[in-house]
């Protein structure tokens, strides 16, 4: 089966465990946490699902919240699909678990930390430069949890514990970086920094031709990273976004 087939065949199964079949979408939608319409989608094979998507069905499905151990039990096109399409590169030690999200969703301090620790440089003198007595608490809470991890440079680095996150916290992380870092004074010169916003009325042929444009680019942007990764360069970060009105 290919992927939206496999997909379909798959929550068709878990709809089917409900005993109530007029409520099943219902409460499929919420236990997953994707919207009823795009349930139905889905099964009716009309869309295909993120990857993002389909780890929310998938941990749903098999009662699970480490990604990683999901990886080993999911059909094996979904799980090229969610490798493939993982910014993140998989590698064994690396535990993926929805605890971590949920952290960083909760304190926006925890959420910068875990991202400046993936930009670069991060030391125990940054951390009490940028946020106090209460960012190394957060620290030392992140170590606990295999979150941070300490390296015999004395710099701390994302630790074995990571997070694939949500649309829903992809917004909420890009908003707050946008608010807290993006510089609008440096946009008057080219080469320091990138904003723009262009609204216009599209057919659907050139809305979807936008998306693919942002998905390519996201990803090229990823390759990028890969190739001039310089943890002692520039703290960079980049946030997408194209939506309908």
């Not at 098999?62 to 979904?78: A, H």
């Not at 301090?109 to 400046?116: A, H, R, S």
Request: proline share 3%; hydrophobic share 35%.
């Amino acid at each position: 089966m290919n992927l939206r087939e496999q997909v379909s065949t798959d929550l068709s199964n878990y709809l089917n465990g409900f005993s109530d079949p007029k409520k099943a979408v219902r409460l499929a939608s919420i236990n997953i946490g994707i919207h009823q319409k795009t349930l139905k989608r889905l099964v009716e094979q009309d869309n295909t699902p993120t990857y993002l998507t389909l780890y929310k069905i998938y941990r749903e499905i098999f009662k699970i919240t480490n990604d990683s151990l999901l990886l080993q039990m999911v059909p094996k096109v979904v799980k090229t699909e969610l490798i493939s399409e993982n910014p993140k590169d998989i590698v064994s030690h690396i535990q993926f678990n929805v605890e971590v999200e949920d952290e960083i969703n909760s304190d926006p301090v925890f959420m910068d930390i875990y991202f400046l620790s993936n930009a670069g440089v991060l030391t125990r003198e940054y951390i009490q430069f940028k946020f106090g007595e209460y960012g190394l608490s957060i620290v030392s809470k992140m170590i606990k949890n295999n979150i941070l991890e300490l390296n015999d440079k004395g710099v701390f680095v994302q630790g074995t514990n990571q997070a694939n996150l949500s649309p829903a916290t992809i917004k909420r992380s890009g908003l707050y970086m946008i608010n807290k870092y993006l510089s609008p004074e440096d946009c008057e010169e080219r080469g320091k920094n990138f904003c723009g916003v262009f609204v216009e009325g599209l057919t659907e042929e050139g809305f979807n031709e936008w998306l693919k444009v942002d998905y390519e680019a996201y990803y090229k942007k990823v390759e990028i990273s890969k190739k001039h990764k310089d943890n002692k360069g520039i703290k960079a970060f980049t946030f997408m976004a194209t939506d309908s009105m």
